[in-house]
Nanobody, 120 residues
């Protein structure tokens, strides 16, 4: 069974920084795209950033220049460095991974989410 476990959320003041980490475990053959999404109260879940297995990245316009996504393929981890945080960054952040568990099966998996609150 595949699990994605996030860590690193919490309360931070505006302008502060936070690092989120996510580790994938279980019967995994390969991981394609890994990413971070977020969902604020009353809003739809949205992409924050994603990274392919060869390191290509994609960022939401709202976080460009403030956020860096990285991954370690050997450790099956993905990290999100967030700087210059704003109150509007407050949300539950979810790790996601598109991964292959058998020769014929590839699917999207999600973590349980970690709360990020930006407030003074």
């Amino acid at each position: 069974q595949v699990q994605l476990v996030e860590s690193g959320g919490g309360l931070v003041q505006p302008g502060g920084s936070l690092r989120l980490s996510c580790a994938a475990s279980g019967r995994i053959i390969s991981i394609n795209i890994m990413g971070w999404y977020r969902q604020a109260p009353g809003k739809q879940r949205e992409l924050v950033a994603e990274i392919t297995s060869d390191g290509s990245t994609n960022y939401a316009d709202s976080v460009k220049g403030r956020v860096t996504i990285s991954r370690d393929n050997a450790k099956k981890t993905v990290n999100l460095e967030m700087n210059s945080l704003k109150p509007e960054d407050t949300a539950v952040y979810y790790c996601s991974a598109n991964l292959r568990t058998t020769a014929l099966r590839r699917a999207d998996y999600w973590g349980q989410g970690t709360q990020v609150t930006v407030s003074s």
